[in-house]
């Protein structure tokens, strides 16, 4: 299948400051992605989708001017997370749509912020 | 799309086959019955989908029930590796693939 990965896989950071999250097709274009946020025992939860070359659209209840999404190129998807918060810590994973015309999604191995 | 019910969580012996059952009894006739599973502080892994015939690959089958009400996962082998959380997922077709809605799953644990 479509290998999709995530950079960096874990990061801490201080209250305050901003954390940039990468998510890559590696093997195919992805003209969507999409970013999901789990936290401690809970089930995954859809913050947005990433469309390549234009704004995201974001979830209900998501705070776009605080979860920054770029998706500048096929290939390349970033989250950007600031003025971070303890609040904030989660495990945040992105997908991408299987290039191939078929439906299952592929996803990162997700990042673990953790903020201070 | 429809919403799925599933276990919280089930035990299965190392070797024995691992059942997973799924209630999705909203479901459409354009929507497609999804399984991920997700390993502990790992994505979530596909793992096999269908629309109303059963289905195979070198994961698992996947057996829909004729009013497609219901689903089941089938292991036939578990291993130790299979402990992870186990999500059935109900979507239809357009444009929003790889668009999912996750519910609670089931945690399967695979003992020796």
């Known amino acids: 299948g479509a290998v999709v990965s995530q950079h960096p896989s874990w990061v801490i950071c201080k209250s305050g400051t901003s954390v940039k999250i990468e998510c890559r097709s590696l093997d195919f274009q992805a003209t969507t992605m999409f970013w999901y946020r789990q936290f401690p025992k809970q089930s995954l939860m859809l913050m947005a989708t990433?469309?390549?070359?234009?704004?995201?659209?974001?979830e209900q209840g998501v705070e776009k001017d605080k979860f920054l999404i770029n998706h500048a190129s096929l290939t390349l998807s970033t989250l950007t997370v600031t003025s971070a918060h303890p609040e904030d810590s989660s495990f945040y994973i992105c997908?991408?749509?299987?290039?191939?015309?078929?439906?299952?999604?592929?996803f990162g191995q997700g990042t673990r912020l953790t903020v201070v | 799309d429809a919403k799925t019910t599933q276990p919280t969580s089930m035990d299965c012996a190392e070797g024995r086959a691992a059942n997973l059952p799924c209630n999705h009894s909203?479901?459409?006739?354009?929507?497609?019955v999804y399984w991920y599973r997700q390993i502990h502080s790992q994505g979530p892994q596909y793992i096999i989908h269908g629309l109303k015939n059963n289905e195979t690959n070198e994961m698992a089958s996947l057996i829909i029930t004729e009013d497609r009400k219901s689903s089941t996962l089938i292991l036939p082998h578990a291993t130790l590796r299979d402990t992870a959380v186990y999500y059935c997922i109900v979507r239809g077709g357009g444009t929003s693939y790889g668009k999912l809605t996750f519910g609670q799953g089931t945690i399967l644990t695979v003992h020796p």
């Open positions: 990433s469309n390549e070359g234009s704004k995201a659209t974001y």
């Open positions: 997908s991408a749509r299987d290039p191939d015309g078929n439906t299952e999604a592929f």
């Open positions: 909203t479901i459409s006739g354009n929507e497609y």
